[in-house]
């Protein structure tokens, strides 16, 4: 019998995504993080926050609505487009 992959404590779950305890409590309160509840204790599995990482680059790669109004010349004006064309095009998890 295969034991399952041992749970993560918050913190070792800020140190995997490389942000702040904090963070991640605000993810799993927002709901875009997935966790369980031992007592007051939150846990995490790896594979739970891999999830949460390639639902997040999905979302970073897909074009916002500003990004879609900027290249349809929508009333924001050509100075709303240019500050968004100046956006970088895809943001990467170091």
Same mark, same amino acid.
């Given at each position: ?24 409590? @605000?993810? /799993?309160?927002? =709901? *875009? #993080? @997935?966790? /369980?509840?031992? =007592? *007051? #204790? ?6 739970? #926050? ?45």
């Amino acid at each position: 019998m295969t034991r399952p992959a041992p749970l993560l404590t918050v913190q070792q779950a800020a140190e995997y995504l490389a942000c702040s305890d904090s963070t991640v409590r @605000r993810r /799993v309160d927002e =709901g *875009k #993080l @997935r966790s /369980v509840k031992l =007592g *007051k #204790l939150l846990r995490f599995r790896v594979e739970w #926050l891999e999830d949460y990482i390639e639902c997040e680059s999905t979302a970073l790669n897909a074009p916002s609505s500003m990004e879609s109004e900027a290249a349809s010349g929508s009333s924001r004006g050509p100075r709303m487009a240019a500050v968004i064309a100046a956006l970088p095009a895809k943001r990467m998890k170091g």
